[in-house]
């Protein structure tokens, strides 16, 4: 590789591990530190390598500098507290006895209890997935700005505050113990459903960082696989979610950029081994007597991954929109549970139970409704569609309307 | 809004349906409770197999245990939802969609469930 590749490849896998391990190691407080002595390190390699040329083993000399660099910060922090802040104290950890571990071993469990710290309670949901993309995923603040469709100084407040509140509530970088692990394995795992979803239906233009996003979140997500304890069946659903989901990548947008509707998609454009490993993760997940939501919308997420209309198929899918339904209700699920209704039962059912929903602040809404009474009442669809136009706020969801709009 | 418990009566329980009978019912019954839950009006639902069922009555002030089939007690509780509505007419619009209905003699009770206020 290049060394104008390189040295962005290494940021993206190399940062997040210099970060986790340093931080790991002197505490959640001082996790600025860390992001900052990572963020040198690479500024070091730049320099250096620039003149001097690439190392041997590139990876081995940024955890070397980061080292020293770490123990610099601390020795100096050291004579400040002797020098001017006299006997105060320090919570600092004596400089000989410094050597930041950065085994595979280690960085694989800094990782994971890191996952853990960052999805806390008392952590807003937002600021997990941005904590989660600087921290664990090594995003720049620009790209978690671009991700979230807002700007840097945002991101900076929202993580800044988020940062404040795993300092000021002492929360600690560790592995939950055995009665808390579940409960917190929740909010983990709705973290990381988020922080994919995120890629998958951004509204950003980077088609490039919206797949990275989902790659993350799978990353992390099969880390929690690999780990025994976190290796439960919830967990596994996710993952299939995750691949049956990712397996349509290609196939959803066009050259434009436009997305490509589920019924027009091409596929021989679908990912089939992400289907396959969507499978299997989806048998793992099938022990024990828990059904998740992950478990339900991954049994969904698979009937997709058959292509042809039959009758089988939809009304599976129809009494898996039910129990998600019963289990966790959510406009979106209402909507397709309506869209898939009229696949089993008929257009004019599907429309009396639409009138019902009352959702006539969600575009979606009037999406559905137009595409219900198309060839049944043409006129009608139209309104809805018309209504959708005026409630939709992005380019792309108009731009698939107004085709509808056209079609009729 | 309140909640409403919706309770299933089969007019007669001893009556085997065949597994598959049984089948298109359990999926007529979820399309019915799945188009509750997309209004988000579901609260919960409880089914009442009567496999294994007994009636407890009391005889000479003593309790007698009798195993179903019911004997004298023809009508049975197949299940119950429990659901939010604005209205007993609310939720009698839901009942009416009960596919328990389709029997002949079956019928659907409605219940305001008490809020436990001390009042209802």
Redesign the interface.
């Given at each position: 590789m290049e060394q104008q590749q390189l040295i962005p490849h290494l940021f993206r896998t190399e940062f997040r591990k210099i970060t986790t391990v340093l931080c790991k190691h002197f505490g959640i407080e001082h996790i600025e530190i860390a992001e900052d002595i990572a963020s040198d390190t690479f500024l070091s390699a730049v320099e250096t390598w620039t003149y001097k040329g690439l190392p041997a083993n590139p990876t081995a000399w940024l955890y070397t500098v980061a080292n020293n660099k770490a123990i610099n910060y601390f020795h100096r922090s050291n004579i400040f507290s002797k020098k001017i802040a006299g006997d105060i104290k320090n919570s600092y950890p004596q400089t000989e006895e410094l050597e930041i571990n950065l085994s595979d071993e280690n960085i694989t469990d800094s990782q994971m209890q890191m996952l853990f710290t960052i999805c806390h309670p008392s952590i807003q949901t937002e600021a997990q997935i941005g904590l989660a993309l600087r921290i664990l995923c090594g995003f720049g603040i620009n790209e978690i700005a671009t991700a979230f469709l807002t700007n840097n100084e945002t991101i900076n407040k929202r993580l800044f505050r988020a940062k404040a509140k795993l300092r000021t509530e002492k929360v600690k970088i560790e592995f939950p113990g055995k009665t808390e692990i579940n409960d917190r394995l929740e909010n983990v795992l709705t973290t990381l459903y988020l922080l994919f979803s995120e890629g998958y239906y951004s509204e950003s233009d980077d088609n490039v960082l919206r797949e990275d996003l989902c790659d993350e979140a799978m990353r992390l997500t099969f880390m929690l696989i690999e780990n025994e304890q976190t290796n439960q069946p919830k967990v596994n659903a996710l993952f299939s979610l995750m691949c049956f989901h990712s397996s349509r990548f290609a196939a959803r947008k066009n050259e434009k950029g436009e997305i490509i509707l589920y019924a027009e998609q091409d596929e021989s454009c679908w990912n089939q081994e992400l289907i396959i490993k969507g499978i299997y993760f989806l048998h793992e997940a099938s022990h024990g007597n828990e059904i998740s939501k992950y478990h339900i919308e991954a049994g969904i997420a698979y009937w997709h991954t058959i292509k042809s209309d039959t009758k089988e198929k939809w009304?599976n899918i129809?009494?898996l929109?039910?129990?998600l339904?019963?289990l966790e209700?959510s406009p979106i699920?209402?909507l397709n549970?309506?869209y898939v209704?009229s696949k089993v039962k008929g257009k004019r059912e599907a429309i009396w139970?639409a009138e019902?929903?009352?959702l006539t602040s969600n575009h979606f809404y009037f999406t559905l409704l137009g595409e219900l009474y198309t060839e049944i009442d043409n006129n009608k669809a139209k309104e809805n569609f018309k209504k959708a136009f005026e409630l939709s706020k992005t380019q792309t969801d108009q731009q698939t309307i107004q085709k509808k709009i056209d079609q009729l | 809004m309140e909640e409403y418990a919706l309770i299933m009566r089969h007019e007669d329980g001893s009556k085997i349906a065949s597994p598959e009978r049984l089948q298109a019912w359990m999926k007529q019954t979820m399309d019915w409770i799945g188009g509750i839950a997309a209004q988000n009006k579901f609260v919960s639902g409880t089914g009442l197999p009567l496999e294994g069922a007994k009636v407890i009555t009391t005889k000479n002030s003593k309790p007698v245990v009798t195993n179903g089939p019911f004997g004298d007690i023809k009508e049975t509780i197949g299940g119950l939802i429990v659901v939010k509505a604005d209205s007993f007419e609310e939720a009698v619009e839901f009942a009416k969609g009960c596919p328990v209905l389709q029997g002949e003699g079956n019928s659907l009770e409605v219940r305001k469930i008490a809020k436990g206020d001390g009042v209802h």
């Open positions: 009304e129809l009494q929109y039910n129990q339904l019963v209700y699920a209402a549970r309506t209704l139970e019902k929903l009352n | -």
